[in-house]
């Protein structure tokens, strides 16, 4: 499943995300998916399917991360519930979901992984949702790539 | 949806699940699901359904704990995936799921929240479960308290 020594983003969580920024090693990026506001967060360490193939102050910086933006994603987007979670049966390579939930959203109460078909953002939804989340990243990081 | 300042179990969770142990406050619960090895842990600490409503420290344990026993899982259940998540849009209370996954189980390779019927384990199975993972936590603390 893994062919290389050096991280190189799964061809499928490139296709269907923006890199917004990196952080501490670890990619931010914002799933295309108009149905949900939805980041993953993406290690950049090869060869890395579980959280505990990290070594372990690695692996509580990146949930530490996924939290704190669980955090801004629920007061940003006005969220009934943050769903955080790594699952990776289909893309092996690490990714950590992090996922605005609302009563109202076409998946809820259930997961959203697997539901439906992903909606693409459009331009303005796109922009909208990194201005929401800029603030947040602000306070950690450089301005995000997407802006 | 929360009506006290103690900490009470939800009776859904109750319901569903055996305390296996209590580790740092946090609870070491086994889902009565006989398709998927299936752990729950639930911090005791009252009013709290999302990781970033617990003290830092306090999530950087319960996820340090989450972590550890999804390795153990993947290696005593010789599992090929191992899912990590706090969803809740159901049951508030904040639990986090940690769950072995097996390409031949019923739900692979969707998640496996609301998917199917829970079949409750035999004896049998109940006493295997934890006789596996009976070790992993014998590292960490005293015998289960089901066993």
């Known amino acids: 499943m893994f062919t290389s020594d050096t991280f190189d983003l799964d061809p499928r969580l490139e296709a269907d995300s923006f890199h917004m920024t990196t952080m501490d090693g670890c990619q931010i990026r914002l799933m295309n998916d108009a149905r949900f506001p939805w980041l993953i967060l993406v290690p950049e360490v090869a060869n890395v399917s579980e959280l505990f193939d990290l070594p372990h102050e690695k692996s509580t910086k990146v949930m530490a991360l996924a939290i ?13 519930k943050i769903n955080i979670a790594t699952i990776g049966n289909v893309v092996k390579q690490l990714h ?8 109202t959203d ?3 109460p259930g997961p959203i ?7 693409p953002m459009t331009d303005d939804e796109k922009h909208k949702r990194i201005h929401s989340l800029h603030m947040s990243l602000g306070h950690m990081t450089a301005s995000p790539d997407v802006l």
């Open 96 to 103: 950590i979901h992090v996922v605005a939930r609302f009563e």
């Open 68 to 80: 704190k933006l669980g955090a801004e994603m629920r007061q940003k987007f006005g969220a009934d």
């Open 106 to 108: 076409e998946a809820w």
């Open 113 to 119: 992984w697997g539901v439906g078909k992903p909606i």
